[in-house]
């Protein structure tokens, strides 16, 4: 602190006499201070001025010197030189670099020479800090005069790596001790004293703060001032920025306004805030009263002395007492306050005499910033005004602010702005910025005509970005907005006029701001009329279609550098706010549009409250719900013509807008930022709106480019989203719904009355043709959706449980979706067979909420799914139990409703006349009796079983019984149509036993004998009661069509119902007691009114317990019946361990692959080597080495010459081998195939694998004969293209080609991520996954869910092993069941046969060509042995013996001298085994079986009766004569049971 400071402090106290003396003192030193200071920066910059002259003249005669070598080298060179201008810009580049480089190298010495002496005791870094002063500020008034983005906060080497000043700064902060010493030592008052130099250190402090905020562009300010806030540095620059000489006291407020941009730091020091910020504002008030006063006197460029005007009159206008010439001033009072005035005056007048001279140079061009040496006073109230926006946010200073008149003083900064010089008035808008985050602060702004004034900040200039700014923080306020919708139209005009000018030639981030404000102010109606009368739409469409990250064409290799992950992650910003104004644009489109339509819809209601609905305020704010929304979306597009246009939309599709927020959302799959949640959802919404005009379906179904020139379609971009793909948001999966259900759900007949509200025409003779248009739009809808997986998509979405607190409202989506698409026949047809359906699955998930709290999101779960069980099921009204509206459950209703109740009337009038015996009427009982012809009988005790509708007190058994009955025969369609009823019913009575709230307990049934009068009653508050317990049938509803009946009937209802009848009860009792049975049949014999009815259970067939008894399939063969299916089931029941190949017996050998060729197995392995063993003794005879990696597939074709080789991670992946000779050799090298497979009939091509391309290789040349590339990829991980047992058809990546005309023929749905599919040898099916598809119809014929994740591989004896291959195991670890077992199934009906546990995992598995032998790889690793890996052979049909099975279950089995395990000891006939025999067998044989002599093979014991089989599955498809033929073996598509 200087000594005039400390002088002045001991002043304050005092009598008056003595604050006279003092305050005479002060102003001596004072001045002296002053007088000093301004001659020391006067005597610097005439240094400056002759050095910068000097340096100007060297530079010119250096320039001279080269014009002049230049003149004569052109004198001697030929005038026509074509490379002159190209050689004169190099020059200009070279003078540039060489530049560059002596700066460089000027701030290394001078680097360099501080580390040299900086050690030295009594060392003076002013120099150095000077010197490095100069430069930075030399390099930054370069930088600033590009005009860069001032709001941009980046390193200004990121911003503009070519730069100068962004490398000096990044070469200072390498200096870490250098910097360590600025930060610390150098903003010391006593860092001279602790050298032991008797110096002040102020020329110091003010030349470190002056470096510091140089270089702060390039600082963390957050590791900066925290050190500073742990060592008091703070607490200094505080003093400094109270109370201290200039500049020091403009550079201490500085470093305070970066400081307070850390708010740990401005709530740490608030009380210090608290006193600086009145200070600082009246220190404002000062400047801008003696800049007006001088201006208003000196018009000629502020040409006064700095003692007269600055001084004098300063010390003059201070002296009025009470600031009468500066209404804006504080009020000052008190002795104390003196001091500090005279100090203030003895400051500014340094300022503004440097303001003198600073305007003298500038005033010819524009200004682009304001530097800080030397230190003036536009300088002074920028560093104060920054420091007055880092806390104008806070709530605590607002009070100042209004004390302090702030308002005034920004009016005042704002008023005669100059084109030329607004960076002032930039900063004053930054701080008025910060103001308007307050409600009040914005409404007084309004109310003093802030707005006007905005509007006349002169554009372009840099305070058009502070104006950016202003409105969108004015917009965030919406009663600031409202009041500025109430102002005359002109200025509104203007307003929205100036936002558009910003966002088509301002900076990025005004462009943001402006983009943000229009976002907001959509809402008000006036802006958004007005915004459209401005061509709004398209110039903030212009914002982001010229953005390179969205322009497929940019994505070259020459255009990659032009695009840094700056300038990707700003233009990635850009599009998110531009998305989320244009979501806000159609929202309040659709508001207006739909509020338009209800009023024109309700024109004739008289209500005065809809009129005021209606009627909407255009000053108000428009908001809507997600589910208000999109509930009026459904409505309106029930009510607009198919080919109906809105201008909105139409203007967004003229401009390529529905296009590019669907591309916006495709590649936000590389995004990694934290908006693109929103961004996909803003995206997502607009189309949702946008979903209003069928058009934009088109759109949605067509192709659009991606990044890496493929294409993709729209619907796909928007079924990733809703799969979680993009994100897992929960609002971006509910918004990608919300955009499938407007679109699949869309209405084929709307509503084209007089009441539309967006209508193409209402002409009968063009309705025909609208009708048709729609039904092929949203066919092309739903065959887009389904192109795209989008039923898997829905089904998983549907059985979600997580984030869960949106689960709820997912599944109602996605179901409401999955209803929609099931109007497509072939979708319903999928559908039904799925086990979401047929297994029962969806009616688990209707039961109970995922949450409770959201039961209303799931009452309409349930509605939808409904619908959806109505649409796959066929039926027009649901089933009477909404929590068990299964399947099966909808069959067996159909089944009761088409059954005849027939009864004896005989029991009935016996019953009748009991009961009236019972009530004491016996001449009526004996009337009775003798006209019907009861007999005589003696009083007995009958044991009536208990009815379910009697409701006295029953056991818990009983009562059990009774709820089961009306859980199952409540009413769905009244439940789901009376939410309220469904909700109550879920509370009370969601468990059996209880209470129940429903007013039907007896079901419904719509195909009633039309003898009987079904029985109807009126619904009435009284029905709703609980304690009225009623067993009458609901038929109809007030106002409401009949439920449960024929439609054509349901319109005929009458309002009142028919009488009650004595034969209608006992027929809905009867009909009860029927739907209790567990397999009710159609026609029934009489009921008996005695005795509970129960239809018989079906006979247990009898073939089923004698499946495994040889016994008697040996008799039933016998007599005539074939039983070569269950032969065939009993012999794959039983596996028995052969032969074993250990890679313990080889050094550093793991087993991953195997294929069986007549007696030898080829085994590929880890290391990359392919091995050839024989299969008898377990002895390898050859191997190679085959690639760099492990093999991961090796195949032999049937000859076992050729041999191919695949390897996923290395390159080449596949080879085609030769054998010969014991010896591997190469014959055809595929790189990029991953999987290859033989050709089946003449085996003399390949079939290669890329990815989801599939390739057709020939053998013999090399060459390419075909290639299959899906146009809409289902892209399995695990894709394996296949071929047809006749070579005709391709399977690849689920998509089915024709191989002679390359043409795509069928895609199949998606329903797994990793299996393709393969074909049935019987060429008529495809196995994908689990399901199993019909290559005739291409529809879906059943899933097994045995097989999910699993490999298929078929065998000749007519079944499926079904493994999981450790290589997919990896890729879905979750759906894997048997890691260490394979199932084996019947290749007719897909009936489980055995699961087989090896008790190790499973690499690979093959049949051999017979089927008689199965081999596969497995490997075992346990916690302390290394990993080991065999190769087992096992015999079909055999059963282990005991020996085998305990080596079975051991870790690792021993094994004997020749590679067997010990197994194969215990059976020696086994090598004389006919199937081995077959291996070796010629042509000569003449009975034509396995060569040995006997006439008999063991295949033909599985098959010799199979070709006489009929309908074995008992289907009835009719089916058995189709054969397929494999190996020597023919089998049927079924065989028979008798």
Same mark, same amino acid.
């Given at each position: 602190?200087?000594?005039?400071g400390?002088?002045g402090n001991e002043?304050?106290p005092?009598?008056?006499?003595?604050a006279?003396?003092g305050?005479a003192e002060?102003?001596?030193?004072?001045?002296?201070?002053?007088e000093a200071?301004?001659i020391?920066?006067?005597?610097?910059?005439?240094?400056d001025?002759e050095a910068?002259?000097?340096?100007?003249?060297?530079e010119?005669d250096?320039?001279?010197?080269?014009e002049?070598e230049?003149?004569?080298?052109?004198e001697?060179e030929?005038?026509s030189?074509p490379a002159a201008?190209?050689?004169s810009?190099?020059?200009?580049?070279?003078?540039a670099?060489d530049r560059?480089s002596?700066?460089?190298?000027e701030l290394?010495?001078?680097?360099?020479r501080?580390e040299?002496?900086q050690?030295?005791s009594?060392y003076d870094?002013?120099?150095t800090l000077?010197?490095?002063a100069?430069?930075f500020?030399?390099?930054?008034?370069a930088?600033?005069r590009?005009?860069p983005d001032?709001?941009?906060?980046r390193h200004?080497?990121?911003?503009?790596?070519?730069?100068?000043?962004?490398?000096?700064?990044k070469?200072l902060?390498r200096?870490?001790v250098f910097m360590g010493k600025l930060?610390n030592d150098y903003?010391?008052e006593n860092y001279?004293s602790r050298?032991t130099?008797?110096r002040s250190?102020?020329?110091?402090?003010?030349?470190?703060c002056?470096?510091i905020l140089?270089?702060?562009?390039?600082l963390?300010?957050t590791?900066?001032?925290q050190t500073?806030n742990?060592d008091?540095?703070?607490?200094r620059?505080?003093?400094?920025?109270?109370?201290?000489?200039?500049?020091l006291?403009s550079y201490?407020?500085?470093?305070?306004?970066?400081?307070?941009e850390v708010s740990?730091i401005a709530i740490?020091?608030?009380d210090?805030?608290?006193?600086?910020?009145p200070?600082m504002i009246k220190r404002?008030?000062m400047?801008?009263?003696i800049s007006?006063?001088?201006t208003?006197?000196?018009?000629s460029a502020?040409n006064?002395?700095?003692?007269?005007?600055?001084s004098g009159?300063?010390?003059?206008?201070?002296a009025c007492?009470?600031?009468?010439s500066a209404?804006?001033?504080?009020?000052h009072?008190g002795?104390?306050?003196?001091?500090?005035?005279?100090?203030?005056a003895?400051?500014?007048?340094i300022?503004?005499?440097?303001?003198?001279?600073?305007?003298?140079?500038?005033r010819?061009?524009?200004?682009?910033?304001?530097p800080?040496h030397?230190?003036t006073?536009d300088?002074?109230?920028?560093?104060?005004?920054?420091?007055?926006t880092?806390?104008g946010e806070?709530?605590?200073?607002l009070?100042?602010?209004?004390?302090?008149n702030?308002?005034q003083l920004?009016f005042?900064?704002l008023e005669n702005?100059d084109?030329?010089?607004?960076?002032?008035?930039y900063?004053?808008?930054?701080y008025l910025a910060s103001l308007?985050?307050h409600k009040k602060f914005a409404?007084e702004?309004?109310?003093h005509?802030?707005?006007?004034?905005l509007?006349k900040?002169?554009r372009p200039?840099l305070?058009?970005?502070?104006v950016s700014i202003?409105?969108?923080?004015?917009?965030?306020c919406e009663?600031a907005?409202?009041r500025?919708?109430?102002?005359q139209?002109?200025l509104?005009?203007?307003l929205?006029?100036y936002?558009?000018?910003?966002l088509?030639?301002c900076?990025?981030?005004?462009?943001?701001?402006?983009?943000?404000?229009?976002?907001?102010?959509f809402?008000f109606k006036?802006?958004?009329d007005?915004?459209?009368a401005?061509?709004?739409?398209?110039?903030l469409y212009?914002?982001i279609s010229?953005?390179?990250?969205?322009?497929?064409?940019?994505n070259?290799?020459?255009?990659d550098?032009d695009i840094?992950d700056?300038v990707?992650?700003?233009?990635?910003q850009?599009?998110r706010?531009?998305c989320?104004a244009?979501?806000?644009?159609?929202?309040?489109?659709?508001?207006f549009k739909? %509020?338009?339509f209800l009023?024109?819809h309700y024109a004739t209601s008289?209500?005065?409250?809809?009129s005021?609905?209606?009627n909407?305020?255009p000053?108000?704010?428009?908001?809507?719900?997600?589910?208000?929304?999109h509930?009026?979306?459904r409505t309106?597009?029930e009510h607009?013509?198919?080919r109906?246009?809105?201008q909105?939309?139409?203007?967004?599709?003229?401009?390529?807008g529905?296009?590019?927020l669907l591309?916006?959302i495709?590649?936000?799959y590389?995004w990694?930022n934290?908006g693109?949640s929103?961004?996909?959802?803003?995206a997502?919404?607009?189309l949702s709106?946008?979903?209003v005009i069928p058009?934009?379906?088109v759109?949605?179904?067509?192709?659009?480019?991606?990044?890496d020139?493929?294409?993709?379609?729209?619907?796909?971009?928007?079924?990733g989203a809703?799969?979680?793909?993009?994100?897992s948001?929960?609002e971006?999966l509910?918004s990608a719904?919300?955009v499938?259900?407007?679109?699949v759900?869309s209405?084929?007949?709307?509503?084209?009355?007089?009441?539309?509200?967006?209508?193409?025409?209402?002409?009968?003779?063009?309705n025909?043709?609208?009708?048709?248009y729609a039904e092929?739009?949203?066919?092309?809808?739903w065959?887009?959706v389904?192109?795209?997986?989008g039923?898997v998509?829905?089904?998983?979405?549907m059985?979600t449980k997580?984030?869960i607190?949106?689960a709820?409202?997912?599944?109602?989506?996605?179901c409401?979706?999955?209803?929609?698409?099931?109007?497509?026949?072939?979708?319903r047809q999928?559908v039904s067979?799925?086990p979401?359906?047929?297994g029962g699955?969806l009616?688990c998930?209707?039961?109970d909420p995922?949450?409770?709290?959201?039961?209303a999101?799931h009452?309409?779960f349930q509605?939808?799914a409904l619908?959806?069980?109505?649409?796959v099921?066929?039926k027009n009204?649901a089933?009477?139990?909404?929590l $068990?509206?299964?399947?099966s459950n909808?069959?067996?209703?159909?089944?009761?409703a088409?059954t005849r109740?027939q009864?004896?009337e005989?029991?009935?009038?016996q019953?009748i006349?009991?009961?009236?015996e019972?009530k004491?009427?016996?001449q009526?009982?004996q009337m009775l009796q003798?006209?019907v012809g009861?007999p005589l009988q003696t009083?007995?005790?009958?044991?009536?079983h208990q009815s379910?509708?009697d409701?006295?007190?029953l056991?818990?058994g009983s009562?059990?019984?009774?709820?089961?009955?009306?859980?199952?025969m409540q009413?769905?369609?009244?439940?789901i149509?009376s939410?309220?009823e469904l909700?109550r019913?879920?509370?009370?009575d969601s468990?059996?036993?209880?209470?129940?709230?429903?007013?039907a307990?007896?079901p419904?049934f719509?195909?009633?004998n039309s003898?009987q009068?079904p029985?109807?009653i009126r619904r009435t508050?009284r029905s709703?009661?609980?304690?009225?317990?009623?067993i009458?049938?609901?038929?109809?509803?007030p106002?409401?069509?009949a439920?449960?009946?024929?439609?054509?009937?349901a319109?005929s209802v009458?309002?009142y119902?028919k009488?009650v009848?004595?034969n209608t009860?006992?027929?809905?009792?009867l009909?009860?007691?029927?739907?209790?049975?567990?397999?009710?049949?159609?026609t029934?014999?009489q009921f008996?009114?005695?005795?509970p009815?129960?239809c018989p259970d079906?006979r247990?067939s009898?073939?089923l317990?004698?499946?495994?008894?040889l016994t008697?399939?040996?008799f039933?063969?016998?007599a005539g019946f074939t039983?070569?299916?269950?032969?065939?089931?009993?012999?794959h029941?039983?596996f028995s361990p052969?032969?074993t190949?250990?890679?313990a017996e080889?050094e550093?050998?793991?087993?991953t692959?195997?294929?069986?060729?007549?007696?030898?197995i080829i085994?590929?392995t880890q290391?990359?080597?392919?091995?050839?063993?024989n299969?008898?003794?377990g002895v390898?005879?050859f191997?190679?080495?085959?690639?760099n990696f492990?093999v991961?597939?090796?195949k032999?074709?049937?000859a076992g010459?050729?041999?191919?080789?695949s390897?996923?991670?290395?390159?080449?992946?596949s080879?085609?081998w030769?054998?010969?000779?014991?010896e591997f050799?190469?014959k055809l090298?595929?790189?990029?195939?991953?999987?290859c497979?033989?050709?089946q009939t003449?085996q003399?091509?390949?079939l290669?694998t890329?990815?989801e391309c599939a390739?057709?290789?020939?053998?013999?040349?090399?060459?390419?004969l075909s290639t299959?590339?899906?146009?809409i990829?289902n892209?399995?991980?695990?894709?394996?293209?296949?071929?047809?047992r006749t070579?005709?058809?391709v399977?690849s990546d689920g998509?089915l080609?024709?191989?002679?005309s390359?043409?795509?023929?069928?895609k199949?749905?998606?329903?797994?991520?990793?299996?393709?599919?393969?074909?049935?040898?019987n060429?008529?099916?495809?196995?994908?996954?689990?399901?199993?598809w019909?290559?005739?119809t291409f529809?879906?014929?059943?899933t097994?869910p045995?097989?999910d994740?699993r %490999?298929?591989?078929?065998?000749?004896?007519?079944v499926i092993?079904g493994?999981s291959l450790g290589s997919?195991?990896?890729h879905?670890?979750?759906t894997?069941?048997?890691?260490?077992?394979f199932n084996?199934?019947?290749?007719?009906?897909?009936?489980s046969?055995?699961?087989?546990d090896?008790?190790?995992?499973?690499?690979?598995?093959?049949v051999?060509?017979?089927g008689?032998?199965?081999?596969?790889v497995?490997?075992y690793?346990?916690?302390e042995?290394?990993?080991?890996?065999?190769?087992k052979?096992?015999?079909?049909?055999?059963?282990k013996?005991?020996?085998?099975e305990?080596e079975d279950?051991e870790?690792?089995p021993?094994?004997?001298?020749?590679?067997s395990?010990?197994?194969?000891?215990?059976s020696?006939?086994?090598?004389?085994?006919p199937?081995?025999r077959n291996?070796n067998s010629?042509?000569?044989d003449?009975?034509?079986?396995?060569g040995?002599?006997?006439g008999y $093979?063991?295949?033909?014991?599985?098959?010799?009766?199979?070709?006489d089989d009929e309908?074995?599955d008992?289907?009835?498809?009719?089916?058995?004569?189709?054969?397929m033929?494999?190996?020597?073996?023919?089998f049927d598509d079924?065989?028979?049971?008798?």
């Amino acid at each position: 602190m200087s000594e005039g400071g400390e002088n002045g402090n001991e002043a304050l106290p005092g009598a008056a006499q003595e604050a006279v003396d003092g305050q005479a003192e002060t102003e001596a030193e004072a001045a002296l201070m002053a007088e000093a200071v301004a001659i020391a920066y006067q005597s610097e910059d005439d240094d400056d001025e002759e050095a910068a002259a000097e340096g100007a003249d060297a530079e010119e005669d250096a320039m001279s010197a080269g014009e002049a070598e230049a003149a004569d080298e052109n004198e001697n060179e030929s005038d026509s030189n074509p490379a002159a201008e190209d050689a004169s810009a190099n020059q200009e580049e070279d003078t540039a670099a060489d530049r560059r480089s002596s700066t460089k190298k000027e701030l290394t010495q001078i680097i360099d020479r501080w580390e040299q002496l900086q050690t030295q005791s009594g060392y003076d870094p002013v120099p150095t800090l000077k010197s490095l002063a100069e430069i930075f500020e030399r390099e930054k008034d370069a930088y600033m005069r590009k005009d860069p983005d001032p709001l941009d906060s980046r390193h200004p080497y990121r911003a503009d790596p070519s730069c100068q000043y962004g490398l000096l700064l990044k070469l200072l902060f390498r200096k870490d001790v250098f910097m360590g010493k600025l930060l610390n030592d150098y903003l010391r008052e006593n860092y001279f004293s602790r050298q032991t130099i008797s110096r002040s250190s102020l020329e110091l402090n003010i030349l470190a703060c002056r470096l510091i905020l140089e270089i702060m562009p390039g600082l963390e300010t957050t590791a900066v001032f925290q050190t500073a806030n742990d060592d008091g540095t703070i607490n200094r620059i505080y003093s400094w920025a109270e109370d201290s000489i200039e500049p020091l006291q403009s550079y201490a407020t500085g470093l305070l306004a970066e400081a307070m941009e850390v708010s740990d730091i401005a709530i740490n020091y608030r009380d210090q805030n608290m006193r600086l910020v009145p200070k600082m504002i009246k220190r404002l008030h000062m400047l801008l009263a003696i800049s007006k006063s001088a201006t208003a006197d000196h018009p000629s460029a502020l040409n006064y002395s700095a003692e007269s005007s600055a001084s004098g009159g300063l010390l003059c206008w201070m002296a009025c007492g009470n600031g009468a010439s500066a209404p804006q001033s504080p009020q000052h009072n008190g002795s104390g306050i003196a001091s500090s005035n005279h100090g203030d005056a003895s400051n500014m007048s340094i300022l503004f005499e440097n303001s003198r001279d600073a305007f003298s140079q500038s005033r010819y061009y524009k200004r682009m910033y304001i530097p800080l040496h030397p230190p003036t006073a536009d300088a002074s109230q920028k560093l104060i005004m920054r420091f007055l926006t880092s806390l104008g946010e806070y709530q605590e200073f607002l009070a100042m602010a209004f004390e302090n008149n702030v308002m005034q003083l920004i009016f005042g900064y704002l008023e005669n702005l100059d084109r030329r010089d607004t960076c002032l008035a930039y900063e004053v808008l930054k701080y008025l910025a910060s103001l308007l985050c307050h409600k009040k602060f914005a409404l007084e702004f309004i109310s003093h005509g802030g707005l006007e004034l905005l509007l006349k900040v002169p554009r372009p200039s840099l305070a058009t970005t502070g104006v950016s700014i202003a409105i969108y923080y004015l917009a965030y306020c919406e009663d600031a907005m409202e009041r500025i919708c109430s102002m005359q139209r002109p200025l509104i005009s203007e307003l929205v006029r100036y936002a558009l000018w910003i966002l088509g030639r301002c900076h990025d981030s005004s462009k943001c701001h402006a983009t943000m404000f229009f976002s907001l102010s959509f809402q008000f109606k006036v802006i958004l009329d007005e915004f459209d009368a401005q061509d709004g739409l398209r110039k903030l469409y212009n914002v982001i279609s010229v953005l390179k990250i969205l322009d497929p064409s940019q994505n070259d290799s020459d255009n990659d550098s032009d695009i840094n992950d700056d300038v990707e992650c700003a233009s990635r910003q850009m599009v998110r706010h531009v998305c989320v104004a244009l979501k806000r644009y159609m929202e309040a489109h659709f508001f207006f549009k739909y %509020n338009s339509f209800l009023s024109q819809h309700y024109a004739t209601s008289s209500s005065p409250s809809s009129s005021h609905y209606f009627n909407q305020n255009p000053t108000v704010a428009a908001k809507l719900t997600f589910d208000q929304l999109h509930e009026q979306i459904r409505t309106l597009q029930e009510h607009t013509s198919i080919r109906g246009h809105w201008q909105p939309v139409d203007q967004l599709m003229k401009l390529g807008g529905i296009s590019m927020l669907l591309r916006i959302i495709a590649f936000s799959y590389d995004w990694v930022n934290s908006g693109r949640s929103e961004t996909v959802r803003s995206a997502l919404d607009a189309l949702s709106v946008c979903c209003v005009i069928p058009r934009v379906y088109v759109v949605l179904c067509e192709r659009i480019q991606m990044l890496d020139k493929t294409t993709t379609s729209g619907f796909c971009s928007v079924l990733g989203a809703a799969a979680g793909e993009i994100t897992s948001d929960a609002e971006v999966l509910k918004s990608a719904l919300a955009v499938l259900c407007h679109c699949v759900c869309s209405p084929i007949i709307r509503k084209d009355s007089g009441n539309s509200l967006i209508k193409f025409g209402n002409s009968s003779r063009k309705n025909k043709a609208n009708h048709k248009y729609a039904e092929e739009l949203i066919e092309k809808v739903w065959e887009s959706v389904c192109s795209n997986n989008g039923i898997v998509v829905l089904l998983s979405l549907m059985q979600t449980k997580g984030p869960i607190t949106d689960a709820d409202c997912i599944r109602g989506m996605a179901c409401r979706a999955l209803a929609g698409l099931a109007r497509s026949d072939r979708v319903r047809q999928i559908v039904s067979k799925l086990p979401l359906f047929a297994g029962g699955q969806l009616q688990c998930l209707m039961r109970d909420p995922i949450l409770q709290e959201k039961r209303a999101e799931h009452v309409i779960f349930q509605k939808y799914a409904l619908e959806l069980l109505e649409r796959v099921s066929g039926k027009n009204k649901a089933l009477n139990n909404p929590l $068990d509206p299964s399947l099966s459950n909808m069959h067996k209703a159909n089944v009761i409703a088409q059954t005849r109740i027939q009864y004896n009337e005989q029991q009935l009038y016996q019953l009748i006349f009991e009961h009236l015996e019972s009530k004491g009427l016996s001449q009526t009982a004996q009337m009775l009796q003798r006209e019907v012809g009861l007999p005589l009988q003696t009083p007995t005790t009958r044991s009536f079983h208990q009815s379910p509708f009697d409701y006295k007190a029953l056991s818990s058994g009983s009562s059990i019984s009774r709820s089961r009955l009306r859980s199952r025969m409540q009413d769905v369609n009244a439940a789901i149509m009376s939410n309220g009823e469904l909700n109550r019913s879920f509370g009370d009575d969601s468990t059996y036993g209880g209470a129940s709230t429903s007013t039907a307990s007896i079901p419904n049934f719509s195909s009633l004998n039309s003898v009987q009068t079904p029985i109807k009653i009126r619904r009435t508050e009284r029905s709703i009661s609980s304690v009225s317990r009623s067993i009458q049938k609901q038929i109809a509803e007030p106002g409401g069509s009949a439920v449960g009946l024929p439609e054509d009937f349901a319109s005929s209802v009458p309002l009142y119902p028919k009488r009650v009848t004595l034969n209608t009860i006992v027929t809905e009792y009867l009909t009860n007691q029927h739907s209790l049975c567990n397999n009710p049949v159609t026609t029934c014999p009489q009921f008996d009114l005695y005795e509970p009815h129960k239809c018989p259970d079906p006979r247990p067939s009898r073939l089923l317990s004698s499946n495994y008894n040889l016994t008697s399939r040996h008799f039933r063969t016998q007599a005539g019946f074939t039983t070569g299916r269950f032969d065939r089931r009993y012999v794959h029941t039983h596996f028995s361990p052969w032969r074993t190949i250990r890679s313990a017996e080889y050094e550093d050998l793991e087993f991953t692959c195997c294929d069986l060729v007549g007696k030898y197995i080829i085994v590929g392995t880890q290391q990359g080597d392919g091995r050839v063993f024989n299969m008898n003794d377990g002895v390898e005879q050859f191997y190679s080495n085959c690639h760099n990696f492990s093999v991961d597939a090796i195949k032999a074709n049937r000859a076992g010459d050729l041999v191919i080789t695949s390897s996923f991670w290395r390159t080449p992946t596949s080879i085609l081998w030769s054998i010969a000779d014991n010896e591997f050799k190469s014959k055809l090298t595929l790189s990029d195939v991953t999987y290859c497979e033989f050709s089946q009939t003449a085996q003399d091509r390949l079939l290669g694998t890329q990815n989801e391309c599939a390739t057709l290789f020939d053998i013999n040349t090399g060459s390419k004969l075909s290639t299959f590339t899906p146009t809409i990829p289902n892209q399995y991980t695990k894709n394996r293209a296949t071929l047809c047992r006749t070579d005709e058809l391709v399977l690849s990546d689920g998509v089915l080609w024709d191989v002679r005309s390359g043409k795509e023929i069928h895609k199949f749905d998606k329903f797994n991520q990793c299996i393709s599919g393969v074909f049935h040898p019987n060429c008529l099916e495809i196995i994908s996954n689990t399901e199993v598809w019909d290559l005739r119809t291409f529809h879906l014929l059943q899933t097994v869910p045995v097989l999910d994740q699993r %490999n298929c591989t078929f065998s000749p004896m007519h079944v499926i092993y079904g493994a999981s291959l450790g290589s997919d195991r990896d890729h879905d670890m979750e759906t894997t069941t048997y890691d260490t077992s394979f199932n084996v199934l019947d290749a007719y009906d897909y009936s489980s046969i055995a699961t087989i546990d090896v008790k190790r995992n499973i690499n690979d598995l093959s049949v051999s060509a017979n089927g008689s032998l199965i081999a596969v790889v497995e490997d075992y690793s346990g916690y302390e042995s290394k990993q080991e890996t065999y190769v087992k052979i096992y015999a079909v049909g055999v059963k282990k013996n005991e020996r085998s099975e305990e080596e079975d279950d051991e870790e690792v089995p021993e094994s004997d001298e020749d590679g067997s395990d010990t197994g194969s000891e215990n059976s020696p006939n086994f090598m004389e085994f006919p199937m081995l025999r077959n291996f070796n067998s010629s042509s000569n044989d003449e009975d034509g079986d396995d060569g040995d002599n006997d006439g008999y $093979d063991i295949v033909d014991l599985f098959d010799s009766d199979d070709d006489d089989d009929e309908d074995d599955d008992g289907d009835g498809d009719g089916d058995d004569d189709i054969d397929m033929e494999l190996g020597d073996s023919v089998f049927d598509d079924g065989s028979s049971d008798d």
